[in-house]
């Protein structure tokens, strides 16, 4: 088995290799295949990533092939060569926990399921927004169990089950599936509109119920919010335990940055925006690479705190063709309803509410802020220069 995951590596690295130029290519060259813990690929690097998005590219991009080629989904854990002299604190949240208000049920639920002491709470939904550690929580939970499990993110997984029903091999995964004892479905919204999809994990979810196999969702909204979904997977999600993640405390995200290698003198005076309110471990990642890139601490942050509403529309208005005005217009064309909705994504990263949003464009309600998040999130997972443009208006 070695032998073989072995040489399904060293081919993936070299189909890989066309996707990295430079350092980073040096970099994916450079690491070592190490073992396989249960769901887990475990790889080492002799030296440091150019950026914290190269090391995360590669590790996605590396589980995605090998995923395909051992037929069920698997993590990626990069390990650093040590150099000798004392290790630090690890930084990956999914090894070792950081626990505040924010994800403190959510990790107390987690650790039952993996003691086996909570059996009755099946299905368990777990929802909160981008970045607040939902995944590196449920890494961590896989690294405690020792059943055999099947972790799938969404739009693969309705990729997958789109792609065997066409071509007629669905049964045999749906073989495979009902067979494992604990099965994760990250980014649940992301089946939103798919709806034989949705049918199919409907009659999957009966079939686990009544086998006892744990079952643990987890998306950025509740399953009420998700636009799309059919009330009979709507339902079965609700049948369980529902669980809300919110953005990491003072504390945690000091912790965070500790772990870093950042102490709290040093974060004050090298990275002055992480004292913000309401910031994910997505924002933080992202200004530790921006600082470790060379990117001046006046173009991360502006005027050195929270983007101004007058600030963000006007850098929107400029990046897509656009007087400020249309963007407070009533205007429905996509020229216009598509900037608003990027207006109103950075606004909210900022920690402004969803009802303070839906006043300041007249909406009448909240749930819109909510659908345009939700449309610019879809758009940013799947077009990359569309993110691009949007995390450059954020800097």
């Known amino acids: 088995m070695r032998k073989l995951l072995l040489k399904s590596f060293e081919e993936c690295i070299q189909a890989l290799e066309p996707e990295f130029l430079g350092q980073e290519r040096i970099y994916l060259r450079r690491l070592q ?3 396989l813990e249960k769901s887990e690929l475990v790889l080492l690097s002799e030296g440091d990533a150019p950026s914290a998005a190269c090391s995360q590219k590669a590790s996605r991009m590396i589980a995605d092939r090998m995923s395909q080629k051992v037929g069920t989904r698997l993590l990626v854990r990069i390990r650093a060569k040590r150099r000798g002299g004392p290790e630090r604190a690890p930084a990956d949240v999914s090894k070792v926990p950081i626990l505040d208000d924010s994800n403190r049920t959510a990790h107390l639920l ?3 399921l993996a003691e086996r002491k909570a059996p009755d709470l099946n299905p368990v939904f777990i929802y909160g927004a981008a970045g607040v550690g939902k995944s590196h929580l449920v890494r961590w ?3 405690k169990n020792d059943v055999e499990a099947s972790y799938w993110e969404g739009l693969e997984f309705y ?4 792609g065997t029903l066409r071509a007629g091999e669905f049964a ?3 073989k495979s599936l009902v067979k494992v004892k604990l099965f994760v479905l990250d980014e649940v919204h992301r089946l939103r509109g798919k709806r034989r999809t949705q049918e199919e994990l409907c009659l999957l979810m009966d079939e686990w119920m009544a086998m006892g196999t744990q079952v643990l969702f987890l998306g950025r909204h509740h399953p009420n919010e998700i636009r799309d979904l059919g009330q009979g997977l709507a339902s079965r999600f609700l049948g369980g335990f529902t669980v809300e993640m919110g953005a990491p405390g003072p504390a945690a995200r000091e912790e965070f940055l500790r772990r870093a290698g950042f102490s709290p003198l040093r974060a004050a005076k090298e990275l002055p925006e992480t004292e913000r309110q309401r910031l994910s471990y997505r924002d933080l990642e992202r200004i530790l690479t921006l600082h470790r890139t060379g990117v001046p601490l006046e173009q991360r942050v502006g005027q050195g705190g929270p983007i101004r509403l007058d600030t963000c529309l006007e850098r929107v208005a400029q990046a897509f063709g656009l007087e400020v005005a249309e963007l407070h217009s009533r205007s429905s064309c996509r020229k216009v309803s598509l900037p608003r909705q990027v207006s109103v994504y950075l606004l909210r990263r900022e920690g402004r509410s969803h009802s303070e949003l839906a006043r300041t464009f007249g ?3 909240a749930s819109s802020v909510h659908y345009a998040i939700q449309r610019i999130e879809e758009r940013m997972s799947r077009d990359r220069r569309f993110r691009e ?4 208006l954020s800097r």
Not at 159 to 162: G, I, L, S
Not at 389 to 392: A, D, N, S
């Open 33 to 35: 295949f190490v073992d």
């Open 110 to 112: 987690l650790q039952a």
């Open 141 to 143: 939970f896989l690294s």
């Open 159 to 162: 990729k997958v089950v789109a």
């Open 172 to 174: 045999e995964l749906r």
């Open 363 to 365: 909406w009448k309600s």
């Open 389 to 392: 443009i949007v995390e450059g």
